[in-house]
């Protein structure tokens, strides 16, 4: 995946109000940029690190440029647009990637499902069940290699297990891929400090016959593809 215009360089000053980021260009100017993440961010918006923004040029909006990748630790690239997620896995589906989502022919996005009034990321279609695919993009970095998701307490994301589960019982096939957009993480966890109750979810999906898989990214401010395959530890950390 390419990004569509280049990406132009700056500092993080603060962000604020879930959508709005304050950024020091190279010239010393102020610019206010949209913020295209509804989560915490946690580790990816520290006062002062480099980040990478576009300008698309547009004046009739209100904040013309977007936020898009972000230096963690003076060393890792993460890509802090969370809509992009979706796009790099049916990227990567499509060029062969993933191993475990080929040998279909067909391929559908946010398609309605379940009993809950969802829409699942990714609809695969061939010769046997279907495969119901839901995308989770993980950058909280956590040190030494872990990312862990959720950064924030998601009853939403525990009604996706749910729904995944139900595709399971009917007799389909369902995955809960993380596609991870953030070079420093080698593995990903559920985030059982975070919040317990989706973790337990998670783990009690996988039993149930949910996949889990992750996959990491490559970064840099021409573009980024998913090109590695993760580790996935589910346990309960041991105190």
């Not at 022919?105 to 398609?111: A, F, G, I, K, V």
């Not at 420093?184 to 149930?208: E, F």
């Not at 016959?209 to 395959?229: F, H, K, P, S, T």
């Amino acid at each position: 995946m390419e990004f569509a215009l280049p990406l132009q360089e700056a500092v993080l000053s603060k962000r604020y109000k879930r959508f709005l980021a304050d950024l020091i260009t190279t010239n010393g100017d102020l610019l206010t940029a949209h913020c295209p993440n509804t989560g915490s961010m946690a580790a990816c918006a520290e006062v002062g690190s480099r980040v990478w923004y576009w300008d698309s040029g547009n004046n009739q909006r209100k904040y013309p440029c977007t936020w898009e990748l972000v230096e963690v630790a003076n060393k890792y690239l993460a890509c802090v647009n969370t809509q992009r997620a979706n796009g790099l896995v049916v990227e990567a589906i499509n060029n062969g990637v993933i191993k475990e989502l080929q040998g279909y022919n067909e391929l559908q996005q946010e398609m309605k499902y379940g009993h809950e009034g969802s829409r699942v990321d990714i609809l695969l279609r061939g010769s046997g069940p279907d495969c119901y695919v839901e995308v989770k993009s993980v950058t909280w970095w956590r040190g030494s290699g872990q990312g862990e998701f959720p950064d924030a307490v998601t009853e939403r994301g525990r009604k996706h297990l749910r729904e995944l589960t139900a595709m399971v019982e009917a007799g389909q096939r369902a995955v809960l891929l993380f596609c991870v957009p953030h070079t420093g993480i080698q593995r990903v966890a559920p985030a059982w400090d975070k919040d317990p109750h989706y973790a337990q979810a998670l783990l009690d999906a996988a039993a149930a016959g949910v996949e889990v898989y992750a996959y990491g990214a490559n970064i840099d401010i021409q573009g980024m593809a998913l090109c590695r395959i993760l580790e996935v530890g589910l346990a309960r950390p041991t105190k």
